[in-house]
């Protein structure tokens, strides 16, 4: 079995909780490769058999290479087993709260087969962040109100990452309806 992780992310906390994801299922003896959604050489799709795909959250909403990438690959991710994570709420009082989904998990939910979908908290740094693609306006904003601090729970990650190598180990991920 062979799985492809695939994620969008902002300032870099999706990247680093995807590559947690890919490590841990890659742990558990499952062949796994990590792609960023916004990369030109985006590996071949067709030759994995399962699909872990994140995105950050801005907004309420999905990071658009994410969703493009659902939508452009729907016919090969709909006959397989997708998970989902999305990481966004920053700030103590954010990350205690039960988050809402993003608008568009439930149109992924229509388009393929979602075993799961997780919000797991996000982080932010401006010392760290990438913010080489965004307009000067956002950098003033992330970087003067944004709350600063790491609230991505790594253990809850793990914990994630080795259900899904779990499911696919037992081949119970193949089982699509």
Do not use: C
Request: hydrophobic share 45%; no cysteine; aromatic share 8%.
């Amino acid at each position: 079995m062979r799985a492809l992780v695939v994620y969008a992310s902002s300032y870099g906390a999706t990247k680093g909780i995807a590559e947690r994801v890919a490590e841990t299922i890659r742990a558990e003896r499952v062949d796994v490769d990590l792609v960023s959604a916004d990369d030109p050489m985006l590996l071949e799709t067709s030759a994995h058999d399962a699909f872990v795909i994140g995105s950050a959250i801005h907004a309420g909403h999905w990071l658009k290479p994410a969703i493009e990438f659902v939508r452009s690959n729907r016919p090969l991710l709909k006959g397989a087993p997708v998970w989902l994570f999305s990481s966004g709420p920053i700030g103590d009082k954010a990350v205690g709260e039960p988050q809402p989904d993003p608008k568009e998990i439930d149109e992924v939910r229509d388009l393929v087969h979602v075993r799961d979908h997780r919000v797991f908290g996000g982080a932010f740094d401006p010392e760290t962040a990438d913010l080489e693609r965004v307009s000067w306006l956002e950098k003033q904003i992330t970087t003067h109100f944004m709350p600063v601090g790491d609230w991505r729970n790594w253990d809850e990650i793990a914990e994630w990452s080795r259900d899904i190598a779990a499911a696919i180990n037992t081949k119970e991920a193949v089982l699509v309806s």
